[in-house]
């Protein structure tokens, strides 16, 4: 049984960071690229980060490109997102999903999984 389990949200200051994590469960992580998603309050989910198979590319949305940084532990079946310089608009649930073939179009291949909060606030 496919599960995506992302941990590591909380509420931080302005200008804070934070590590997410996503642990994956039931299908080959390896062959999979993966992505990090965000949904704001009252707003749509949104594609934030992409990373390929093998760590090798990865790919941002402008809102988030050089404060985010996503990696990957193929050993761990794990992939990270390094938030810096958080701001208040990046307040939303992550979730993680993975794609077995496109970095960053098309549809996520799983269902997701329960996301972790981001809360940005003084």
């Known amino acids: 049984q496919v599960q995506l389990v992302e941990s590591g949200g909380g509420l931080v200051q302005p200008g804070g960071s934070l590590r997410l994590s996503c642990a994956a469960f039931?299908?080959?992580?390896?062959?999979?690229?993966v992505r990090w998603y965000r949904q704001p309050p009252g707003k749509a989910r949104e594609l934030v980060a992409a990373i390929s198979t093998t760590g090798g590319s990865t790919q941002y949305a402008d809102s988030v490109k050089g404060r985010f940084t996503i990696s990957r532990d193929n050993a761990k079946n794990t992939v990270y997102l390094q938030i810096n310089s958080l701001k208040p608009e990046d307040t939303a649930v992550y979730y993680c999903n993975a794609n077995s073939g496109l970095l960053w179009l098309g549809p996520p291949s799983f269902s997701w999984g329960q996301g972790t909060q981001v809360t940005v606030s003084s």
């Open positions: 039931g299908f080959t992580f390896s062959r999979y690229a």
